[in-house]
């Protein structure tokens, strides 16, 4: 199994980015897809995540602002991130969760991780 996560950079406050998580060694259609952070001396949080069937989840703090998409043609998930703040400052990682019963919103729900991308937001 792997979670290839891209896109990750430098970018000014208000700027945007978009990041991809390319994925492989899984049926990815059947899969929950989901993006966590961790900021510098903080826990890994929950980003957002998108079913297999196309129902999305937020954390309130980037709703509105960092829309979910997959493409199971593609086997990529991927996170379109607009009006970026600096307190957005975080490696971003994708996970991958096997369909089941119960809500993808912590750590502990994830089965396989990718490797991290670091996006850095300037004020």
């Known amino acids: 199994v792997q979670l290839q996560a891209s896109g990750g950079g430098l970018v000014q406050a208000g700027g945007s980015l978009r990041l991809s998580c390319a994925a492989s060694?899984?049926?990815?259609?059947?899969?929950?897809m989901g993006w966590f952070r961790q900021a510098p001396g903080k826990e890994r949080e929950f980003v957002a995540a998108?079913?297999?069937?196309?129902?999305?989840y937020y954390t309130d703090s980037v709703k509105g602002r960092f829309p979910i998409s997959r493409d199971n043609a593609k086997n990529t998930v991927y996170l379109q991130m607009s009006s970026l703040k600096p307190e957005d400052t975080a490696v971003y990682y994708c996970?991958?969760?096997?369909?089941?019963?119960?809500?993808?919103?912590?750590?502990?729900?994830?089965?396989?991780w990718g490797q991290g991308t670091l996006v850095t937001v300037s004020s």
């Open positions: 060694g899984f049926t990815f259609s059947a899969y929950v």
């Open positions: 996970a991958a969760r096997r369909q089941r019963p119960g809500v993808p919103l912590t750590t502990y729900d994830y089965d396989y």
């Open positions: 998108i079913g297999w069937d196309s129902r999305t």
